[in-house]
């Protein structure tokens, strides 16, 4: 019998969280840093080899929810908690890695190297591949994920007219205008906490300039972006200072303007408009798409005209790797509605913030969105 999906994103989330490195920060700022590549820090990267630490947990969650298990399915039961366990090759690592060769292979003959055939392809979810079919696939409801990069394009209706009818549901752009930066506090619950909910400062300033302060027992984990580059730190980060690049940098410039939606037109050059659902809720999908990057969908209620969630692809080169982020909870704030609740969900983790307390203009020092020390 397979796991639940919650036990399984927690076992991937315990494991992964077992393989990283407790280590002190270095000192020293800079505009930007040199890439981290996966083999300075990892031991027995065969295949992987060039790509950067915040993408090499893209790739691993990849194979985690291709397979619908945890990372020990594959590495030693004992990495969970010895994390030198990792660099163990197993028989299914030996496996895994004929598969990539595999992929790599169909991908370069029929698909000019873009990674259209990925281990998610044929496992989807399961340890073994279907080779016959499904009457339940068939003749059963089909499944609408609206998780999709691609859909069709609605006619009649531009990306223009949902964004106007958005910042005029959360309070239009006059009031926005006049809302600069805010302090905020909460709760934040995520697989470094084991679910528990332990104290969060949020920090931002237009137009795109956020931080987030975790206070994690051993010590506070920060998620900064300060216009143009990220970084991450704490307990939890395989490096000292773990700065992102490509996919999760754009994520966290999409996550900072978000905030300060009035900047929203200007996160891509090219934009288009689909229909989907959510459950039972009836959402319009607009797509940003820039050379050199995946898209993102952003999605509003049809009936509030409210963002409720967003996706970003992260390119790896076992395949796009979904982060998907949901907003909740609006509430109103200096004029403007926000949300104070919200949830990132990755191939390998998810965490909640709710926010308690939010206080808008109020001042930021610029020094909270330096490079971290």
Known sequence: MRRSNAVVSWSIATA?????????????????????????YFKNIQLLKGMTVDTFFDAMGMFAASM?????????KEAGFR?????????RIQRARQMIVMTQ?????????RPRVTCFTCHRGDYQPVDAPSFLIQYGVPLDDPNTINFPTEEGISADQVFDRYLTAIGGRPALARVT?????????????????????????????RTWIIKLPERDSLRVFDGANGWLTGPDIPVPIMPLASGNLDRARIEATVAFPTGITQLYPQWRVGKTSIGDRDVTIVQGTKPGLLPVNLY????????????????????????????????????IQMPFT????????????????????????ASRFARPR
């Open 300 to 335: 509003f209620d049809d009936e509030s005209g409210l963002l409720v969630r967003v996706v970003r692809w992260n390119e790896t080169s076992v395949g796009p790797v979904p982060t998907q982020i949901t907003y909740g909870d609006y509430r109103a704030v200096a004029g």
């Open 105 to 113: 292979g169909l991908n370069k003959q029929n698909f000019g190297g």
């Open 181 to 209: 930066s805010f302090v905020a506090k909460g709760t934040y619950a995520g697989f470094d906490t084991g679910q528990e909910e332990v104290p969060v400062e949020i920090y931002a300033k237009a137009p795109n300039q």
């Open 68 to 76: 619908g298990n945890d990372c020990t399915f594959c590495h030693v």
């Open 16 to 40: 992964i969280l077992s393989l990283l490195t407790v280590v002190s920060l270095r000192a020293g700022q800079g505009p930007a840093d040199p890439p981290l590549v996966s083999e300075q």
């Open 83 to 91: 994390r030198e366990a990792f660099a163990e090759a197993t028989p």
């Open 342 to 365: 919200w949830t990132a969900t990755q191939t390998y983790m998810q965490m909640t913030i709710k926010l308690g307390e939010l206080a808008a203009n109020v001042p930021v020092d």
